[in-house]
T-cell receptor, first 118, second 113 residues
């Protein structure tokens, strides 16, 4: 059974604080993703990583950075938290998809971290 | 750019009725379209997916249809039950990416007993 865990279910921080959200998967997946979920906006991709130390910007990377030093762990960093970053953050992982070969893999999600920035 | 539009945003049906959720996508090269279900307070989970070489796929009470010419795909749930109540997300895998999905905005389905 794939297991994706996130460090906190609920987090309250103050404006300007540096915030770390951690995600760990135990299935040796190459791909890891960070999404932000807001009502009416669906799941928006912040950053993803397809290998250790590799990262690519998603649709809304502004105000965020990521770190992937080990294959199983993908961290999302808010350098200086702001109130508009109050949201639900979801991590996901998947095996590498070979798009052109028609080989795809399901994304497995973590339980989410509800971050409130005051 | 890469975009997936999902409608409706909310859907309320009586138990036993059918529910249909529709999505359109922008990249004609997309060839993989999964649907995820997120129950209240839980994580999204894959319920069904379809690849572009197939026009329809069924799994018990759920089915997905794909029209590549029109660039839209739909989720059909028949004989709805209260446990079908959840938020449903469609997604499309865009060309040139290794596993990056673009998600629709989500549909909140309420099945009234």
């Amino acid at each position: 059974d794939v297991k994706v865990t996130q460090s906190s279910r609920y987090l309250v921080k103050r404006t300007g604080e540096k915030v770390f959200l951690e995600c760990v998967q135990d299935m040796d997946h190459e791909n890891m993703f960070w999404y932000r979920q807001d009502p009416g906006l669906g799941l928006r991709l912040i950053y993803f990583s397809y290998d250790v130390k590799m990262k690519e910007k998603g649709d809304i990377p502004e105000g965020y950075s990521v770190s992937r030093e080990k294959k199983e762990r993908f961290s999302l960093i808010l350098e200086s938290a702001s109130t508009n970053q109050t949201s639900m953050y979801l991590c996901a992982s998947s095996l590498r998809s070979a798009f052109r070969q028609g080989f795809y893999n399901e994304q497995f999600f973590g339980p989410g971290t509800r971050l409130t920035v005051l | 750019g890469e975009n997936v539009e999902q409608h409706p945003s909310t859907l309320s049906v009586q138990e036993g009725d059918s529910a249909v959720i529709k999505c359109t996508y922008s990249d004609s090269a997309s060839n993989y379209f999964p649907w995820y279900k997120q129950e209240l307070g839980k994580r999204p989970q894959l319920i069904i997916d379809i690849r572009s070489n197939v026009g329809e796929k069924k799994d018990q009470r759920i089915a997905v249809t794909l029209n590549k010419t029109a660039k839209h795909f739909s989720l059909h749930i028949t004989e709805t039950q209260p446990e079908d109540s959840a938020v449903y997300f469609c997604a499309a895998l865009f060309s040139g990416n290794t596993g990056k999905l673009i998600f629709g905005q989500g549909t909140t389905l309420q099945v009234k007993p």
